[in-house]
């Protein structure tokens, strides 16, 4: 009982953003019916979230099929693995970049820098995957994952070093970066690194470096490390001197100076750290892809924030926020068929969670109960310490 | 001249440099400067507005892009309802005019979103405006989708004059660098000035400051720190309309999803750069984006000389990454400015934190 109550007391306001950001996008829904059916359709939010979920998940709990709604639960078990089996693929880089934001927020540090630390990771996995295509298996894979993970680390590194030392809010620097890694990369690929005989410009095929797939159709070896990682990241967090060095100067960078920390290590550290995080979602898209393209829009980076957010920061809260973005990008294309709602609408599901839990107090009025605080107290630091220039 | 030009390596220097002058003496490289700095420029006056109160913005990318998506629907609507042949002054149609005012009034709302967000909940301000880049971009995309505009306002034109004037000895010369562009780039200038003038001239701009240096001192003298801030972050939501009303009514004559291409970021380097003034941030805009017209200068009209032979051989033979070098121009710039030259500066003091009355829980 009390083990519910506290489980409730932190989950609370994340889920009731949640609910609510779904409502508000049926209510989204319901407008665009007039768009793509040219007359109100009440329903068409229960079909969308309703394929949503069967696409993610194989579960269905209504009958659409006569026009009539029915309530009908049924589960139709091959699907369900095949849809569970996407749902974890299409979480696991985001638990990923998650974490490059999560752990950032730790040190007080805002990494919006994933895009463009998933881009060079991806790249550097890519390029190295070319070259090792016809080593040995284990050899290949690990080379090109270590590759992608170098990548986002230096990635990392750089805004980690600006701000140390120059006084460069991640900020501005990393958004830079990531403009900087999409220009530098199309380039590349385009005039360098391309191969001939795809219609369309991309690096050479990854061959043994190809992601290992441990079960169903794209059950890879990546969701095995993100687990593993999770629980690493927990340790190093919360168990490890260096944990408790990076949240005191979360917390409080001035009692982390005169308690004989250095601020700048610390900040170098951190951010290497999330490039490397961000960098290994990169790779891990790219060798399951099997190539690097040209044009790699990737939206992960992005994602890492939302999910950072909701899991308030903690390795945990992270695993089951991607989860459930990863739930939401998995079931989209169903949704999409389904409902001919532009898959684009889970991005705007996705902003709408966050900006009810930005109105956090709001909600926590709302419900009355004992909620958490979600935003992470570090995140005051990051406020408080905008524009400044010594660290 | 043709001596230093021979030189090896050092000679491409001069030969730079010689262009440089001639391409800002006699082409437009000013006027098409001035014409991309001009959505930094504004972005970054929004920045100072709310900075300026201790509001942090970085959703400005995000009241850019949403603003330019409003603005070019109304237009594309008002347009389809009644097209109207182009007006004398700047090509403006009721389309046009429509589209600019609901660009502003667009980016006002999401500015008000932002200052509920900040002031009234006193959530994490940085937070707010990642909510408002990242919805902004979520919804305008899946509404460009949804909607799939198919028509087009079009843009305004560039300032016309009697031609007679153009001919007059140095003002012909001055009207060509620095007015011959649409009205929105035209009237930055004016706005830079003004706000600059009354930033540190007006009983408005000393409140401001006052509420972003000192809320509660401000609070003691009896200024609304909540009402100066809301006001500030609203009316700034102005110019971060105009950017976005530049971005579809101006510049371009379409929505493309993510089109505001971080732009709204760059203003915020400009704004540090300028150290939380109008005409350094305006200046931050311009250095930045020199790059972009310079960048676009040389791919047009290649410098004479060995440095264009190489120049045009690496475009021959690297035509994306010469394009994409010259695109990633004004981003890597910024970046390396804000590392180099930021080392000084120092932003309002009450800046990110939210304001509670003494005594209010």
Known sequence: MRFLRRAWALAAVPTVSILLALLLGSLLIIASSLATEKALNLLLPL??????????????????TS??????????PEQAGRAITNTLAAAAPLVLTGLAVGVGFKAGLFNIGGTGQVLVGGFLAGLVGGVVANQPVPIAVTMAILAGALGGALYGFIPGALKA???????????????????????LVNDILKIVGPTFARTADVGNAAMPIVFGRNGNLGIFIVLALVALTYVLIYRTPLGFEIRTVGANPSAARYAGMSPRKLIVLTMTLCGMFAGLAGAFEILSLGY??????????????TVALLGRAHPVGILLAALLLGAMRAGAPSMQITAKIPIEIIDVIQGLILLFLAAEAIIRRLIRGRAEKVTPGELGTVSRTYGETTV | MEVLFGLPILGFVFQFLAYLIDAIFTTNLTAQTLQLATPIALGALCGVMNERSGIVNIGIEGMMLTAAFVGFMAAVVVHEAMPVDRGAFFGATPALIVGVLAAIGAGMLVSLLHAWLSISVRADQIISGTVINITALGLTGYLNRLIRPSGSAGTFDTLQLPGELYDLPLIGWILRMFLSSGPITTSVIIFVI?????????????????????????????????????RNVILGGVFAGLAGAWLTLEFNASFQNGMSANRGFIALAAVIFGRWTPI????????????????????????????GVFLSGIQASYPSLYNNFFGALPYLLTLIVLAGVVGRSIPPAAVGQPYVKEGAT
Do not use: C, K
């Open chain 1, 47 to 64: 079909v969308a979230y309703e394929s949503l979920l069967q696409g993610a998940t194989g579960l269905s709990f209504i009958d659409v």
């Open chain 1, 67 to 76: 026009g009539a709604i029915s309530f009908a639960p049924s589960i139709n």
């Open chain 1, 165 to 187: 030392f120059t006084g460069a809010h991640e900020v501005v620097s990393t958004i830079m970066l990531n403009s900087l890694a999409s220009f530098v990369i199309v380039g």
């Open chain 1, 292 to 305: 690097y393209p040209a044009v790699f829009g990737t939206t992960i980076g992005f994602g890492g924030i």
């Open chain 2, 194 to 230: 003004v706000l600059q003038i009354m930033l540190f001239r007006s009983r408005w701009g000393l409140r401001t400051r006052a509420v972003g240096e000192h809320p509660r001192a401000a609070d003691t003298v009896g200024i609304d720190v909540i009402r100066v801030r809301y």
């Open chain 2, 280 to 307: 350094g941030a305006f200046g931050g805009a311009l250095l930045f984006m020199v790059s972009e017209a310079l960048g676009i200068a040389i791919r047009s009209n290649p410098p004479p000389g060995d440095l």
